[in-house]
């Protein structure tokens, strides 16, 4: 399989950091009326950049006082990944691209790969959650675990009797007493 990105940074290529956060902003706030994550105000009295990250504003709320950006309350806040990055991770995990696959593609380890995909699929369960499904339903395989080798169906572990003999014994059990026959 060809690599989508040849090079570690041409990922920045397929996508700009600040279109990343005014989709982003869009998304978050698409009324454009940006609202605080703390106590939901409105009353937004500042509003700047960061000098490292131009394209990610910093606001302070008029109500509460508190300071938040554009990625507080989200999955990207307190992570060192470019919001760029995170997108592209998004993208090649609904191609079901392997985590492997996705780690290789972007500037980051394959535990970082790895959640990136685990947040992609439960927010897909999240979505199908509630979902009914109606009319005929047709499934091509399905495994169904009979339980755990040697073990009876309520899962404690019971002995195995054997049949009676030929001259009328009593049934004995599975288990025997070390030495004798």
Request: net charge positive.
């Amino acid at each position: 399989m060809q690599a989508l990105c040849t090079q570690a940074k041409s990922f920045t290529r397929l996508l700009d950091e600040a279109e990343c956060y005014r989709q982003l902003r869009q998304l978050r706030w698409p009324d454009g009326q940006v609202r605080c994550p703390y106590c939901g105000s409105e009353y937004i009295t500042k509003c700047w950049t960061y000098f490292r990250q131009p394209a990610c504003r910093r606001y302070q709320c008029g109500c509460c006082g508190l300071s938040f950006n554009d990625k507080t309350g989200t999955i990207f806040e307190h992570t060192k990944l470019p919001l760029a990055a995170w997108f592209l991770g998004f993208y090649l995990a609904q191609l079901s691209q392997s985590t492997a696959a996705i780690a290789r593609e972007l500037p980051c380890d394959y535990h970082t790969a790895q959640r990136i995909v685990w947040l992609v699929r439960e927010q897909v369960v999240r979505l199908e959650e509630g979902r009914v499904l109606q009319g005929t339903v047709e499934a091509d395989e399905i495994y169904v675990t009979a339980g755990h080798k040697g073990q009876a169906p309520g899962g404690g572990c019971k002995a195995l009797t054997f049949p009676p003999s030929a001259e009328g014994q009593k049934a004995r059990t599975g288990t025997r007493e070390r030495g004798q026959g």
